[in-house]
């Protein structure tokens, strides 16, 4: 079964930057928008990234919004967050996954519209 697979994780002290990389080959992908979650131990999963098919539209969740900036690269396949002033409550464990259909603008955020999930990729913000 296709999964998308995620990169680029680490250990970074607060303010830092990180980028991550989600591999996302083949059809069931390269026709979708694609989204960034994130999960820290004991919480639910949080949204933090979309971005569309054409990559013309991202949309952030408040809690990163003007940090974080998502992209993709259709070419490759590739679909990557790019993580500024990192804060310890970023530490969580980073998924990425492929957005199926929306109806309404909040679709965009909620978990149960997206499949495909990779394994997910842990950083760790230091203070």
């Known amino acids: 079964q296709a999964q998308p697979v995620e990169s680029g994780g680490g250990l970074v002290q607060a303010g830092g930057s990180l980028r991550l990389s989600c591999a996302a080959s083949?059809?069931?992908?390269?026709?979708?928008?694609m989204g960034w979650f994130r999960q820290a131990p004991g919480k639910e999963r949080e949204f933090v990234a979309t971005i569309s098919l054409s990559a013309g539209i991202t949309y952030y969740g408040n809690s990163v919004q003007g940090r974080f900036m998502i992209s993709r690269d259709s070419a490759k396949n590739m679909v990557y967050l790019q993580m500024n002033d990192l804060k310890p409550e970023d530490t969580a464990v980073y998924y990425c996954a492929r957005l199926k259909v929306i109806s309404t603008a909040s679709d965009r955020e909620n978990p149960y519209k997206y499949d495909y999930w990779g394994q997910g990729t842990q950083v760790t913000v230091s203070s």
């Open positions: 083949g059809r069931t992908f390269s026709s979708y928008a």
